[in-house]
């Protein structure tokens, strides 16, 4: 069984999904504790399943470095085999990313290398593409730059607005989501084995 952290900023919607994906008793993961740099909406589907959540405030710490610290102490506890950044929009200092790789995996709305950053989805469709997608990443020290897990084309339709065309990329990042920790868990994905850009 593959011990998850997860780690949120806002509502938890990808986290839900995966929480539910994990009552299946077929599948390979369970959630061991949820955190958070901010006190969280997502901390309702936490209650509602019964994982523990931990708080790293980042306006509680004097710079990045410490709050980093103070993160990676406040995970320990969990021995988490992997940790999934799900909406979590707090870049990880190179320390964390260091400490924590390669078994720490984020999703991403675009199709990487395109569109990286916090803004992926306005960015899309700003820039009039016809197409964005959803990938999900092993994190490193970079912004979206770590070796691509998995990665699926998501279209941009005809008056989507960022709400519409990001609901519906939410819809393949879950997805893409639970089959790359479902992958990880039964070891026909090997992140020791994912080669560095």
Same mark, same amino acid.
């Given at each position: 069984?593959?011990?998850?952290?997860?780690?949120?900023?806002?509502?938890?919607?990808?986290?839900?999904?995966?929480?539910?994906?994990?009552?299946?008793?077929?599948?390979?993961?369970?959630?061991?504790?949820?955190?958070? %740099? &901010?006190? +969280?909406? /997502?901390?309702?589907?936490? !209650? =509602?399943?019964?994982?523990?959540?931990?708080?790293?405030?980042?306006? #509680?710490?004097? %710079? &990045?470095? +410490?709050? /980093?610290?103070?993160?990676? !102490? =406040?995970?320990?506890?969990?021995?988490?085999?992997?940790?999934?950044? #799900?909406?979590?929009? &707090?870049?990880?200092? /190179?320390?964390?990313?260091?400490?924590?790789?390669?078994?720490?995996?984020?999703?991403?709305?675009?199709?990487?290398?395109?569109?990286?950053?916090?803004?992926?989805?306005?960015?899309?469709?700003?820039?009039?593409?016809?197409?964005?997608?959803?990938?999900?990443?092993?994190?490193?020290?970079?912004?979206?730059?770590?070796?691509?897990?998995?990665?699926?084309?998501?279209?941009?339709?005809?008056?989507?607005?960022?709400?519409?065309?990001?609901?519906?990329?939410?819809?393949?990042?879950?997805?893409?989501?639970?089959?790359?920790?479902?992958?990880?868990?039964?070891?026909?994905?090997?992140?020791?084995?994912?080669?560095?850009?």
């Amino acid at each position: 069984m593959l011990n998850l952290v997860v780690l949120i900023s806002g509502g938890g919607s990808n986290l839900r999904a995966l929480l539910e994906a994990t009552r299946n008793p077929d599948f390979p993961a369970r959630i061991v504790a949820i955190g958070a %740099d &901010r006190e +969280a909406e /997502g901390f309702s589907h936490a !209650e =509602a399943f019964g994982v523990p959540i931990f708080t790293v405030p980042f306006s #509680s710490y004097p %710079d &990045r470095d +410490a709050w /980093g610290a103070a993160l990676l !102490e =406040a995970m320990e506890p969990w021995k988490a085999d992997l940790v999934v950044l #799900s909406g979590f929009m &707090r870049l990880l200092p /190179g320390a964390v990313a260091q400490a924590l790789s390669p078994h720490c995996i984020n999703t991403h709305p675009a199709y990487l290398p395109e569109f990286p950053g916090a803004h992926a989805v306005r960015d899309a469709i700003r820039a009039g593409a016809t197409r964005s997608g959803a990938s999900v990443i092993v994190v490193d020290d970079g912004v979206d730059t770590g070796p691509i897990l998995a990665q699926e084309r998501v279209p941009v339709l005809a008056g989507d607005g960022e709400a519409e065309l990001h609901d519906r990329i939410k819809m393949v990042e879950r997805r893409l989501l639970e089959q790359v920790v479902r992958d990880i868990a039964e070891g026909t994905l090997d992140l020791e084995k994912v080669s560095t850009p």
